[in-house]
């Protein structure tokens, strides 16, 4: 049963637009590729493939060149590559304290990226406002010749894809904001999707970094508060609502610490940068700076630091546990903050998903940093910003 | 980036096979359709689907029927039905205290069934004796004009799918047991898959029962263990090595009671029916009878039997929740002895998903009874037992 669904019959004229869209999608997960290999991937002909390749190069998505560098001798091979001044995608990551506006090309290069500060009390209005300032900024660096094709946007919280409202964005206060709709009125007529950082961080890593080629991942995106972006069978896990993930209100402990949520002892409480502060003895309110502080501290031996960080590994465990259980990953990504306690404390934290693991889930699991480390969920808004392109090149 | 893989081009050699398929698909899990319905469903054209229906009925897996009953005036209209004498699946499921063997014809009816007393000490090489002799009872029953095309079985315990191999069923006693393959040994040529139980019910019941056209849904199993059947888009999650849905591990209170597993306080020492007859102040030794008093007792209102009910229907909301929380489905069955909980229990058992439950992902959930009642595992197994021909018909 698995796979297949049963709807929908396949009609020859439907043909000819997935093939573009094949050809289209190998070129812009890989980078340049031969004639040769897009045959050989795609079991086609050597006439189709061109025929294909001179359809997408018309469009202005690829352009056929010879590659710089190289030692090879003889007649260099020409590459199918992302067209240089083809449509590029912007990528825009809400965080507590800045929000990144970057132009990804397809390839998912990061062409031009502008970062600015903002604050955990920015309101919906002013960050759209920096956002229409940072779009033209972008447009003027990027240069006239290429068109945005698509805007997609992470933010820390709760998202409707299918509509890009956003539920609940604890951290910036946020409750019920149509932010696909306020970006689209700065955008001049580009599509714009929205959808949450760990979702969006594990497309990425799926697609060009640390789950490549992995069809079951979990991505643990543990900053203030701790969600999981997850791909089963090679597909995005959104559930009902688009809040699948939410694993940071699960509950480790009914009568621990008081979670923003209304209930008690969410794994968020004794696993985000909060929690981390408070395991520590710092001061409630937190900062990048205080986190940055904290790690530092914990890395030159001081005490309270590190026994934050020991009781903290100790949580993550568990939590990477219980996915392991219910998922049964490949691998499992952690990124934000936690990839940092990860990289610290990996012994504490790998010890105690061995205590709390099934015994037959655990064994081999990977437990990895993310490839593009801060920049995941950045990548990913651009690939969702794509999606429309991918499916129809034409 | 949703449901598309970027491998494999669609080639029109593919399209007769996908379209056999499809047409067997749906008669499968629907019954009876007739042409017209099949044409507008498949989006064909009639001429097609009447070829596919002759293909289909000439390889002796449909027939068009006049159907039996019915008050209409007029000409009646043929439908394309399984064939009486078409092949049938045996399903198998494995329980702690018996085996039931099953002949079930397409379409998901169940033709005879023989069950078998066993005990938790049954050993593999008795349970395939057992089964080969209900083999050989079915045979004769349904009848020489019909063919065995595969035989399903359901364990409860972990199970490579690729192998059938179970990894361990703890409440059997059993580890690394190749029971796909010594079934293989009784068979006859027929080629023989094992699953897990829960993951089994899921599949009968998005099939054709409770979670029908539901793509996000969870089959949460309890009986003495407790697992979860999970489905996502539509789609079977299994996990890197099939063991997905292993959540009656995840561990409730690192000081709670010690598991068979090794380590304490996992959910099935709150929530497996050796949890619910200790919760009672009842024998540790399980039997089918002991559990069945222990509800019958809860249902006149003892007092132990009622306390037991209570604190196990809070395990089970907070266990439910969790699910709720990572994976956003939108209905949960709840199957095996927990069914009767649910049943008994579901107030409290509502009251605490909403206390364990992130606000944003549980209003408007379903919890549901398997249509199928104690069948569905068994149902599952017929299911996967008709994969093959379902896949390609020819």
Redesign the interface.
């Known amino acids: ?12 004229d ?2 000819r637009q ?2 573009l ?2 050809v289209l ?2 070129v812009h ?1 890989d980078g340049a590729l031969t004639r040769a290999e897009l045959t050989q ?4 002909s050597r006439s189709t493939v061109g025929a294909l390749v001179g359809d997408l190069a018309q469009l202005g998505l690829v352009e056929e060149v010879v590659p710089s560098g190289g030692e090879r001798v003889g007649r260099p091979s020409h590459v199918v590559a992302p067209h240089a001044h083809g449509p590029y995608a912007v990528g825009i990551d809400v965080d507590i304290e800045h929000v990144t506006v970057a132009a990804i090309g397809l390839g998912g290069t990061i062409i031009a990226r502008e970062v600015l500060p903002t604050s955990p009390e920015v309101t919906p209005t002013d960050l759209v406002a920096l956002v229409a300032g940072a779009l033209t900024g972008l447009r003027t660096t990027v240069g006239a010749a290429s068109r945005v094709c698509g805007i997609g946007a992470s933010v820390p919280g ?1 998202v409707d894809l299918s509509t890009g409202r956003v ?2 964005a604890p951290n910036l206060g946020w409750e019920d904001v149509p932010l696909g709709e306020m970006l689209e009125d700065v955008a001049d007529g580009v599509p714009v999707v929205v959808g949450n950082d760990a979702d969006l961080a594990v ?1 990425a890593e799926h ?1 060009r970094g640390n789950a490549r080629d992995c069809d ?1 991942v979990v991505f643990l995106m543990g900053r203030i508060g701790v969600g ?1 972006g ?1 791909i ?16 940071g ?3 480790l ?2 009568t621990g610490p008081p979670c923003h ?3 008690r002892g969410c794994i968020e409480t004794f696993l985000g940068e909060n929690a981390l502060l408070g395991l520590a003895g710092r001061p409630s309110r937190r900062t990048d700076t205080e986190v940055a502080d904290l790690f530092n501290d914990a890395r030159a031996g001081q005490r309270e630091a590190l026994r934050a960080m020991g009781a903290a590994a100790e949580s993550l465990g ?1 939590c990477i ?3 392991l ?6 691998r499992v990504l952690v990124g934000g903050t936690m990839a940092e306690l990860l990289d610290l404390a990996r012994a504490e934290v790998e010890a105690a998903v061995e ?7 655990h064994p081999g ?1 990977e437990l990895l940093l993310p490839a593009f480390g801060a920049d995941s969920a950045l990548l990913g808004s651009g ?2 910003a794509f ?1 429309a392109l ?2 129809d090149p034409r």
Chains 1, 2 share one sequence.
Not at 1 to 12: D, E, I, K, L, N
Not at 41 to 44: P, Q
Not at 233 to 247: L, S, T
Not at 325 to 330: D, G, S, T, Y
């Open positions: 049963m698995r796979g297949r669904r049963t709807s929908g019959a396949v009609r020859p439907d043909i997935h093939n869209s094949l999608r190998h997960r991937r795609l079991h086609l709760t539920g609940v497309l697609q079951d999981a997850i089963v069978n090679g597909v995005p896990v959104r559930g009902r609502d688009g809040h699948a993930g939410e694993i209100h699960n509950v402990d009914p949520c209304g209930k568990r546990a219980d996915l259980n219910i998922l049964n990953p490949e205590r709390y693991a099934f015994e037959r889930s699991v690939e969702i999606t991918l499916a």
